[in-house]
């Protein structure tokens, strides 16, 4: 069963999910709550179902979020690892931006952190 | 020689934090010619002020934000008049501490990320981290009477 696409609107972001297939998050904006979370954790919920269902890649697009604070970096970052993980991995690409320089110097690291399941394209 | 100061005291109110992260950039780039040091100060910024807002700063309600940038670099300085948890204060200086004792900030932030990945950590700094690895800053911090004051200085002005 495909989950219907999903998009999300807070203040100064929008962020669009689809299931098709392979999954695909798109983030555009700006994250810098306090509780992050509080919002993402359904979303992110849905993704992990969808990957246990048998998606087993998923692009998340960076291109067009302009900043992320260090709260929801943290959260991004130990989901990308959990789900690059599990068994079998989710094979997981980031397409980020050279614009933004906190996309450019922090995807490489986390890269190098999580592992070959995480690739990130700077285009 | 071109010099921009910018001088807040403003309340503890969490949405006020993008409005100064989107005002520092544009302050910034009256002066230098690359957009990454503007980003770099705007980001630490933003990561100062919630870190001064998340620890402490409610008890007094006001928090200051001063910013000088020069030919020669940029000096931040974020300071919170209200005192803190002894335990806060001395997390804050040891992360400090610990950022400062590696070599390559960019060790220092691979170390912070490891941790939340493989433990599951909680924040723990990772705001200061990454204004010494994203922003190439020297971060220190001042604790007296005048409450707790966290300096970054960004003196890597190239791209």
Not at chain 1, 24 to 52: F, N
Not at chain 2, 6 to 13: A, E, N, Q, R
Not at chain 2, 45 to 71: P, R, T, Y
């Amino acid at each position: 069963m495909i989950s219907p696409p999903v998009v999300l609107e807070r203040e100064n972001l929008i962020v669009r999910a689809s299931f098709e297939g392979s999954v695909v998050l798109q983030l555009q904006g700006v994250i810098r709550d306090s509780s992050p979370d509080q919002w993402l954790s359904p979303l992110m919920e849905d993704v992990e179902d969808a990957v246990q269902r048998g998606a087993a890649t998923m692009v998340v697009d960076l291109q067009e979020l302009e900043y992320m604070n260090a709260v929801g970096f943290r959260i991004l970052a130990g989901w990308l690892k959990r789900l690059c993980c599990r068994v079998p991995p989710c094979e997981v690409t980031l397409r980020a931006s050279r614009r933004h320089r906190w996309q450019a110097m922090a995807l490489p690291a986390l890269r190098g952190v999580v592992g070959r399941e995480l690739q990130v394209e700077h285009l | 020689m071109s010099e921009a100061r910018y001088y807040l005291v403003m309340p503890c109110d969490w949405e006020r934090i993008e409005q100064v992260r989107r005002s520092v950039g544009p302050c910034l780039r009256t002066i230098y010619g690359n957009r990454a040091i503007c980003d770099a100060v705007a980001m630490s910024s933003a990561e100062l002020l919630e870190n001064a807002m998340k620890h402490g700063a409610a008890e007094q309600g006001l928090v200051h934000f001063s910013l000088k940038a020069a030919e020669d670099g940029v000096t931040l300085r974020v300071r919170n008049p209200a005192q803190g948890q002894p335990a806060t204060r001395e997390a804050l200086r040891a992360v400090i501490e610990w950022i400062n004792s590696f070599e390559d900030p960019y060790q220092a932030y691979v170390a912070r990320l490891t941790e939340i990945c493989e433990q599951g950590g909680g924040e723990g700094g990772l705001g200061l981290v990454r204004i010494a690895y994203e922003g190439r800053a020297r971060i220190q911090c001042y604790i007296s009477t005048n409450g707790i004051e966290v300096e970054a200085i960004f003196t890597h002005l190239e791209d």
